[in-house]
């Protein structure tokens, strides 16, 4: 069973960065996606970066093209998201998700999930 561990949330001031690092332990050799996906308050779920971890070809949303950078550690199973100059609309529950299959960006393409990790951006 694929497991999907997020951590690295917190508290951040405007224009600051964060790193998000996601653990994924459980899975068999295959062509996989790893995905941050956040949700808003009142919100719904949505794809901010997407990686295929063999292939290392990227999708971001183009709200956070340019400030967010998806990248992946292959010998430690982690794949990580680089949040620079935060703005307060990043504010979000943000997960890690995890497919078998080639790179998506919609959450309902993704069957493995984590708890979560909580972003705040003050202004």
């Known amino acids: 069973q694929v497991q999907v561990v997020e951590s690295g949330g917190g508290l951040a001031p405007t224009g600051e960065s964060r790193r998000l690092p996601c653990h994924v332990s459980?899975?068999?050799?295959?062509?996989?996606?790893l995905g941050w996906f956040r949700q808003a308050s009142g919100k719904g779920r949505e794809g901010v970066a997407v990686v295929h971890w063999t292939g290392g070809t990227t999708w971001y949303a183009s709200s956070v093209k340019g400030r967010f950078t998806i990248s992946r550690d292959i010998a430690e199973n982690t794949v990580y998201l680089q949040m620079n100059d935060l703005k307060p609309e990043d504010t979000a529950m943000y997960y890690c998700?995890?497919?078998?299959?080639?790179?998506?960006?919609?959450?309902?393409?993704?069957?493995?999930w984590g708890q979560g990790t909580e972003v705040t951006v003050s202004s």
């Open positions: 998700a995890a497919r078998l299959g080639g790179l998506r960006s919609g959450p309902e393409d993704f069957p493995y």
């Open positions: 459980g899975w068999t050799a295959g062509r996989y996606a």
